[in-house]
């Protein structure tokens, strides 16, 4: 697929009401509170982050990688700080404080809502049999609540905290057959003929925590070069998974948050000040150990074709990022992706933009 795609599951009415609805059930918790411990700083920006993952990306004029399971992503993101609109009045306790600080010192909240759709097919686009011997046609459309707190911990190391709760759909109720080929049909290419075999409909979620810390020398070398060891986890109906990776960063004028975020990972955007102009080179490695994945495991509670999953799965991404002054950052990055399932033939790989704007300072 060569260009983002319209996002035609936003017409049905009727998924929106419920997304939105079971986001707001789930997390209506997400809201700051008078007791949480906070720094005294600048009163923190809105930040929204616009996220376009696509295998044409990685090298538009090769076809080798194109159309090829995980073959699209979209994602938006707001953040704020302060409580959200939505969260406000309900009486709940929030989750600032309700959550123990595990070992972050003097931290501050952030808060905001995503909206995403992923895309997945096999890799011949023709065949309107099912493919045996490949990954599954596969959708996933959701609303998302983020939670994230920034602070320090032992030895003034800079740390960030995500949480992030995306609830959706699986299956044909997610619109991906739909956003694919009407893209394909306004690009004048062949379409995907095998979207009937996609897996079934099912309700949907994922919780998502991540940890990373930003490590340097000292101050004045932290704004060329940093290294961000990272943690995380996925727990939910989509993905049951652990990763661990580190990301080095080399430039000039390196922006106060933790690095270029990938839409499956955490949230790891953060409303820090940036510097008027600065760039940099980065490059990260990541491993993971995988217990579920909705996207080649199949339905949970109904029965579909699935394919015999790898334990084990590692990314190398790199790529560059820009930052044109304090209220807009720009970055294009590159992930290798080793094998997913078994039968798989080769390395996957797909590219990313990513648009942030910054606004409220």
């Given at each position: 697929m060569?260009?983002?795609?319209?996002f035609s599951a936003c017409n049905n009415v009727r998924i929106a009401q419920f997304l939105f609805s079971a986001v707001l059930l789930c997390c209506s918790p997400f809201a700051p509170g008078a007791g949480a411990e906070e720094i005294s700083v600048p009163r923190q920006p809105h930040v929204f982050s616009a996220l376009e993952?696509?295998?044409?990306?990685?090298?538009p004029e090769q076809g080798k990688h194109q159309d090829r399971h995980y073959t699209q992503g979209l994602k938006f993101i707001y953040l704020e700080g302060g409580a959200p609109w939505w969260a406000k009045g309900l009486g709940l306790p929030p989750l600032s404080e309700t959550l123990p600080n595990l070992g972050i010192n003097s931290t501050r909240s952030i808060f905001g809502?995503?909206?995403?759709?992923?895309?997945?097919?096999?890799?011949?686009p023709s065949e309107t049999n099912l493919i045996q011997f490949d990954r599954p046609y596969a959708g996933w459309l959701y609303l998302g609540a983020v939670m994230q707190r920034r602070g320090e911990v032992f030895g003034n190391i800079p740390v960030l905290e995500s949480f992030e709760l995306d609830v959706g759909v699986i299956g044909p109720e997610a619109h991906a057959g739909q956003a694919q080929n009407q893209t394909h049909d306004f690009e004048g290419i062949p379409g995907f003929d095998g979207w009937g075999n996609q897996i079934k409909t099912e309700p949907a979620f994922v919780l998502k925590y991540g940890r990373g810390w930003k490590l340097a020398f000292n101050e004045t070398s932290s704004h060329y070069f940093d290294v961000i060891p990272n943690i995380g986890a996925n727990l939910g109906t989509v993905m049951i998974s652990g990763n661990a990776g580190v990301t080095t960063r080399l430039g000039f004028n390196l922006p106060d948050d933790f690095g270029v975020q990938t839409i499956d990972s955490p949230i790891t955007l953060s409303a820090g000040k940036s510097p008027p102009i600065g760039a940099y080179l980065f490059g990260q490695v990541e491993g993971r150990a995988v217990g579920r994945n909705a996207?080649?495991?199949?339905?949970l509670y109904r029965h579909s074709f699935h394919v015999k999953k790898k334990s084990l799965v590692g990314d190398l991404i790199y790529g560059v990022a820009l930052s044109f002054g304090k209220h807009f950052d720009l970055s294009y990055v590159r992930v290798v992706r080793t094998r997913e399932f078994v039968l798989q033939k080769g390395y996957d790989r797909f590219g990313s933009v990513n648009a942030t704007i910054k606004w409220g300072f």
């Open positions: 060569k260009y983002p795609k319209i993952e696509n295998d044409y990306l990685y090298q809502l995503t909206l995403g759709q992923n895309i997945y097919t096999p890799e011949n996207f080649l495991d199949g339905n």
